[in-house]
């Protein structure tokens, strides 16, 4: 099984009164989605569907790769922030069962899956991808096999 870890694109500050789990993407976060959406294309990445932490930033940042990969988007509750190994591997066994996954959530939870799932220290940055190989949903049983940066994303050459 091929997982794709996505971390939500740039977004705003909490405006005074506003709640975390509303902070939409800036400019350059969509920016920044988008080109992630087409790159995942282009590699040929066709999860059946892209599964997200609710609050918006995610899902704006789920909706542009969806888009780009042709796929429905799926709200996963547990994708919120707090997320921990025991729900992923949950989510996993029972919602995912194709053999290729794609989660798009939040620092420091999808840093702390990586390495419950392979033994690796990674932090994402916003818009930051991880791809973890794994025979099998459990402790250090999978290996990380990609990690890209936002940045290398927007300057990359087109890959179609």
């Not at 040929?44 to 796929?71: D, E, F, M, N």
């Not at 919602?95 to 840093?111: I, M, Y």
């Not at 899956?113 to 991880?130: D, F, N, S």
Request: proline share 10%; hydrophobic share 45%.
């Amino acid at each position: 099984m091929l997982i794709y870890f996505v971390r939500h694109a740039e977004a705003y500050p909490a405006a005074p009164g506003q709640s975390d789990a509303e902070r939409p993407l800036t400019e350059a976060g969509l920016a920044t989605a988008r080109k992630l959406g087409q790159t995942l294309h282009h590699l040929g990445c066709k999860p059946p569907a892209v599964h997200t932490s609710p609050y918006l930033r995610a899902r704006q940042t789920a909706q542009a790769i969806a888009q780009a990969l042709q796929v429905p988007i799926v709200e996963e509750r547990l994708l919120a922030p707090g997320c921990r190994p025991a729900a992923l591997e949950a989510f996993l066994q029972t919602h995912a069962p194709a053999d290729r996954v794609l989660v798009v959530g939040h620092q420091p939870d999808l840093g702390e899956l990586i390495r419950w799932l392979t033994g690796a220290a990674v932090r994402l940055p916003p818009g930051g991808l991880a791809v973890v190989e794994t025979p099998a949903i459990r402790e250090a049983a999978g290996t990380l096999i990609g990690l890209y940066d936002p940045a290398w994303l927007l300057g990359a050459p087109s890959l179609g």
